[in-house]
């Protein structure tokens, strides 16, 4: 069973940057593959960005592309997403998954969602 666990939420005014962690415990990191979600109010959960175990493979979601960036510490058993240039749609709770297979679908653990408010 593994645990996961987001921070690095907040507030920021629009063209601004945040970088969020999630941190794993209960099982072997560097054995999954890694993504974030965000569910804005009122919407479904979408998907945002993947890393597969080595952090060799990226998977962006066509509206974050070149703005977000997606890493992973296997030493610290961390993912991150680093987002530049935020604007007010990046608004959501955006969560933590971990999986067996890179790509939007299919993951098994999900952590509690860290909220992001962007500003104009």
């Known amino acids: 069973q593994v645990q996961l666990v987001e921070s690095g939420g907040g507030l920021v005014q629009a063209g601004g940057s945040l970088r969020l962690s999630c941190a794993a415990s209960?099982?072997?990191?560097?054995?999954?593959?890694m993504a974030w979600f965000r569910q804005a109010s009122g919407k479904a959960r979408e998907f945002v960005a993947a890393?597969?175990?080595?952090?060799?493979?990226?998977n962006i979601e066509d509206s974050v592309k070149g703005r977000f960036t997606i890493s992973r510490d296997n030493a610290k058993n961390t993912v991150y997403l680093q987002m530049n240039r935020l604007k007010p749609t990046d608004t959501a709770l955006y969560y933590c998954?971990?999986?067996?297979?890179?790509?939007?679908?299919?993951?098994?653990?999900w952590g509690q969602g860290t909220q992001v408010t962007v500003s104009s």
């Open positions: 998954a971990a999986g067996r297979i890179l790509g939007p679908f299919g993951y098994d653990y």
């Open positions: 209960g099982g072997t990191f560097s054995s999954y593959a």
């Open positions: 890393i597969n175990w080595s952090g060799l493979s990226t």
